[in-house]
């Protein structure tokens, strides 16, 4: 894929230096426009070959328990959460705390775009996704829930703070497992999971 990427970068420079010989040699047009043409025919060109890109081939091998149902079944499961928190994102009023849940959901789908690059991921780190996945859904609902409330109290504030706090080692748990998956290291699903879930019990953000 790197080197197919590398072919189409060099034919398209070629070809917008091309279009910016022509348009500021031979139709003599001023420096400007002529770059600008020039860029616009890099970019039409890049487009043009990159929609004839490989596609990614989806390897299973005996023995690995990963099958095509399986990851079916996952990624189905995985668009449809990320699409919940996509839509709940769109209700929070507060942009911080917005742009953060779009920030996981960015995250979450460089997760599960390398489980079809590696499917035998998606054993170790399956888990991890749905207890993650689901407890993000959970806290931000109930982050809607109060703060669309008419009144605001003490308590409502501490525990909106507490829900955009728990957002936050949300993220940085995603971001420690992409990481991983991108080592192929296997995590210890139980420690993290049950950190998790003592915090989130604390916090009464069930």
Same mark, same amino acid.
């Given at each position: 894929m790197n080197r197919f990427s590398n072919i189409a970068g060099i034919l398209s420079g070629i070809v917008g230096g091309i279009f910016f010989l022509v348009f500021f040699f031979l139709i003599q047009m001023s420096l400007l426009p002529s770059l600008l043409l020039g860029m616009a025919g890099f970019g039409g060109i890049y487009i043009f070959i990159y929609a004839f890109r490989p596609k990614v081939k989806i390897e299973f091998k005996p023995g690995d328990g990963i099958t095509p149902e399986l990851i079916a079944t996952t990624m189905k499961e995985g668009n449809e959460k990320i699409r919940i928190l996509g839509e709940y994102a769109q209700k929070i009023k507060d942009p911080k705390v917005s742009a953060r849940i779009y920030q996981i959901i960015g995250i979450i789908k460089k997760i599960f775009e390398n489980f079809k690059k590696d499917p035998k991921d998606i054993r170790s780190a399956k888990q991890f996704l749905s207890y993650y996945l689901d407890t993000c859904i959970k806290i931000?609902?109930?982050?809607?829930? *109060?703060? %669309?409330?008419?009144?605001?109290?003490?308590?409502?504030? /501490?525990? $909106?703070? &507490?829900?955009?706090? +728990? *957002?936050? %080692?949300?993220?940085?748990?995603?971001?420690?497992?992409? /990481?991983? $998956?991108? &080592?192929?290291?296997? +995590?210890?699903?139980?420690?993290?999971?049950?950190?998790?879930?003592?915090t989130f019990s604390a916090e009464d953000l069930k």
């Open positions: 931000v609902r109930k982050y809607i829930d *109060l703060s %669309s409330q008419n009144v605001r109290s003490p308590e409502i504030a /501490a525990t $909106l703070t &507490r829900a955009e706090n +728990m *957002l936050d %080692s949300i993220e940085k748990a995603f971001e420690k497992q992409q /990481a991983r $998956l991108l &080592r192929d290291d296997v +995590m210890d699903l139980d420690v993290e999971i049950e950190t998790l879930e003592r």
